[in-house]
């Protein structure tokens, strides 16, 4: 049933047969994620920031 619908929401000069997945974006070694912080941990994390960035600055 999905595929039906796929193939009635794609246009017919769309051709992916040999397309590759990620050929677009290389790939850099690195894998981004998403990670939760207490809001209390991300204060800190800013304060701490802060703080080095008055001290670098003349």
Do not use: C, H, V, W
Not at 17 to 22: E, I, L, M, Q
């Amino acid at each position: 049933m999905l595929q039906n619908r796929r193939e009635k929401l794609m246009r017919p000069e769309y051709d992916f047969s040999k397309g590759k997945r990620g050929a677009i974006i290389p790939s850099t070694g690195k894998t981004p994620i998403t990670i939760y912080l207490d809001d209390d941990i991300l204060a800190n994390f800013r304060d701490r920031l802060k703080q080095k960035e008055l001290a670098i600055k003349p």
